[in-house]
């Protein structure tokens, strides 16, 4: 994993727990999104880790089909849960300062973003790869 990478799934975990403190979303909202576009996971890669995150209680039947399949990055998991506590505190804190107003802007604001993004601009994607660090790992270690 790259120090980049690693900043990517810091980032990630922070913003999700972020928001997930402050408007009480993150996970499917956010951090499915994030994967894809900035990770370069595919859909299903995104969902399962994305599960993995929340794996007990509440996505345990979830999270086992994913990882079953392939479609689980737990080295991801373990990284953006870390960084998710904390944005999750953060994320708290602010949004008690706020008032209710202000809070559902932001909320609608933010699903409206993220809506018109994944409506009219996300670009078809190749083949889906499970784990793009690994096969790129892979392909790097077989070239050399």
Not at 27 to 50: C, E, H, M, R, W
Request: hydrophobic share 55%; proline share 3%; net charge positive.
């Amino acid at each position: 994993m790259t120090l980049i990478t690693l900043i990517i799934l810091l980032l990630i975990g922070l913003a999700a727990g972020f928001l997930s403190g402050l408007i009480g979303i993150g996970g499917g909202v956010l951090i499915v999104p994030a994967l894809v576009l900035f990770a370069g996971f595919s859909q299903k890669l995104a969902q399962g880790t994305s599960l993995g995150i929340l794996l007990l209680p509440v996505g345990i039947l979830a999270v086992i089909q994913y990882y079953k399949q392939g479609y689980l990055n737990v080295n991801y998991v373990a990284i953006i849960s870390i960084a998710f506590i904390l944005g999750g505190f953060l994320g708290s804190k602010l949004a008690i300062s706020l008032s209710d107003e202000k809070m559902k802007k932001i909320f609608a604001v933010i699903l409206m973003v993220i809506a018109i993004k994944m409506l009219f601009f996300d670009k078809a994607k190749p083949a889906p790869v499970k784990d793009p660090v690994a096969s790129s790992t892979k392909i790097q270690q077989s070239g050399s």
